[in-house]
């Protein structure tokens, strides 16, 4: 297994897949993004030993996407040479945005004024793109209507930009590791990725398609088939762990020297003298016996698209790390399933009020297991997520909704022998004994025997491999980034982080859970890199080709 270097990730991996037409719409890409001279030293390049060190390379990856989920597959696919267009037969049913469109039909989605296009548009997310995307795919799904989209897709091999996708597991991301007896969220439709028809695709695996809703698992190997039916596979790197994504910067007197890492403190003091350059990717891929391979990278652009649940929020409480705390569906969902909790008489108690949470309560109710379930809020507080979803589609949510309004604790009464609400409560500590004591918010104390208990209040995305764990890309830089409170602040149509330049963040990271908008971010990141390529070429040509990269 090489050690990854650029050139081993440019040049190396034609070896690997001995596909002629790969090198050269590589190359020709390369030449394109970086101009004729640089393009002359890539294909001079020499196929690198597995031994070669990250300082032998003289070529930086356009491109690094972290995280092969939805959102960094849907990238690849842009950036793979795909352009949206406005189909001819297309009418869209909003009339202002449709004749927005027609002002520009010859162009790709990619190659026109997002904002523009953007203003004015409503919808379930904040980022105006990810509503433009959305609306463009699903034209008004939030009101119920299943129209076809608007867009065709053409494979435009010139517009192809080199880059990597860097992920833990296969294709698919989180979702090869979601519970898989649950029903998704969203409609099967809303999940698909552009190009390739979930339904079409479902269809094709199992017979009988009862409703639009699907298990996760189907949703997981949709995705995995997807890069490989759209020809994507050699830009993928499966089970690569990334340890560490920093600046590099060069000497401004050192005329075409080499980037080098500078410490904090001499960067401080000499400021003046260094300009920002690329980035360093430094990790490890795990191998086949186990064993890990590190890798280094240099890249223009890194992509974070992560997601956001490597890491389990806690309730940081005395006792929540005994054996018995389980802080994740599939750990409660195997815990149910291996019967380990069948026949107990104590409850299980499952803390938290969105659908993780729900899921949990659904999993022990169907398995006769009781259950004490504990939240925050109000039963009426309008941001609880059951609020939002029709009782016609999902009608087992509303199932345990109902539960949580009229199946509450209160002192005069006992636990009820199914299922027991405690809304406006929180866990205090947990016991060895498996006990665990209970506060309403009048302060009142109440103690409970358990079988187990499910903590499921959210989860964090692990951004460790960035300077102060990525805080500092947060609207608020002193806390960690959260989906809700405390997403990555970017560029509303590049995607682009305020505070550090050719660092891009997509989905949950900029407040996306849903796949249908996450796919905006790609459209975003696809439309700046392209216009950016753009006044390199016209500059290069300004230039009359130059020694450098213009």
């Not at 696919?77 to 009418?91: D, F, I």
């Not at 104590?346 to 659908?355: A, M, Q, T, Y």
């Not at 608020?476 to 590049?494: L, M």
Request: charged share 20%; aromatic share 10%.
């Amino acid at each position: 297994m090489p050690v990854w270097c650029c050139r081993c990730s440019l040049a190396g991996h034609f070896r690997n897949y001995g596909d002629t037409e790969t090198e050269g719409e590589i190359y020709n890409s390369l030449v394109q993004y970086f101009g004729d001279n640089l393009g002359r030293k890539v294909k001079a390049m020499p196929l690198v030993e597995e031994t070669s060190l990250l300082e032998d390379s003289s070529v930086t990856l356009p491109v690094v996407i972290i995280g092969n989920g939805p959102s960094g597959i849907c990238l690849s696919y842009m950036l793979s040479g795909y352009r949206p267009y406005l189909s001819s037969e297309a009418v869209h049913p909003n009339t202002i945005l449709h004749s927005k469109l027609q002002e520009a039909r010859h162009l790709s989605i990619v190659d026109q004024d997002l904002e523009y296009l953007s203003e004015g548009l409503e919808g379930r997310s904040s980022n105006p793109v990810a509503v433009l995307f959305d609306t463009l795919l699903h034209p008004d799904a939030d009101f119920g209507y299943d129209y076809p989209s608007v867009l065709h897709w053409k494979l435009e091999q010139h517009h192809y930009i080199p880059h990597l996708v860097l992920g833990k597991g296969p294709p698919g991301g989180a979702w090869h590791n979601m519970e898989g007896s649950m029903l998704t969220i969203s409609f099967g439709n809303w999940m698909e990725l552009p190009g390739l028809k979930f339904k079409d695709w479902v269809t094709s695996k199992r017979r009988n398609l009862k409703g639009d809703r699907v298990m996760p698992e189907e949703v997981a190997r949709y995705y995995k088939h997807y890069v490989k039916v759209m020809g994507l596979q050699k830009n993928f790197r499966e089970n690569t762990y990334i340890t560490s994504v920093s600046r590099l910067y060069r000497d401004q007197d050192d005329g075409g020297g080499q980037d080098r890492a500078i410490s904090a403190q001499h960067l401080q003091i000499e400021k003046s003298q260094f300009i920002k350059r690329n980035w360093e990717i430094r990790g490890y891929q795990r191998i086949a016996d186990g064993s890990h391979v590190p890798f280094s990278l240099f890249a223009e652009n890194v992509v974070l698209a992560t997601g956001t649940l490597d890491s389990p929020a806690h309730l940081e409480v005395e006792g929540e790390d005994f054996p018995f705390v389980f802080h994740s569906m599939p750990e409660f969902g195997a815990a149910v399933s291996q019967g380990k909790l069948r026949g107990k008489v104590d409850p299980v108690l499952i803390v938290g009020s969105g659908l993780t949470a729900a899921d949990a309560v659904l999993c022990a109710y169907n398995n006769n297991i009781p259950v004490i379930h504990v939240f925050r809020r109000r039963v009426t507080d309008p941001s609880l997520i059951f609020k939002q979803l029709p009782k016609k589609l999902y009608p087992e949510y509303h199932k345990v909704y109902h539960m949580m309004c009229t199946q509450s604790y209160s002192a005069d009464s006992t636990l009820l022998s199914d299922y027991t609400s405690f809304p406006e409560h929180h866990v205090l500590s947990f016991k060895p004994d498996m006990k665990c004591i209970l506060q309403s918010v009048s302060g009142l104390k109440k103690i409970f025997k358990l079988s187990a208990a499910a903590v499921l209040i959210g989860s964090h995305p692990n951004l460790s491999f960035l300077k102060e764990q990525g805080c500092y890309l947060g609207h608020n830089s002193s806390h960690p980034i959260k989906c809700k409170s405390n997403p990555v602040e970017i560029d509303a149509f590049t995607y682009e982080c305020v505070k550090e330049a050719h660092l891009f963040a997509l989905g949950p990271l900029v407040g996306d859970n849903f796949v249908r908008f996450l796919k905006g971010g790609a459209l975003g990141v696809t439309h700046c890199l392209a216009t950016r390529q753009k006044k390199k070429q016209h500059l290069f040509v300004e230039r009359g080709g130059g020694d450098g990269i213009a």
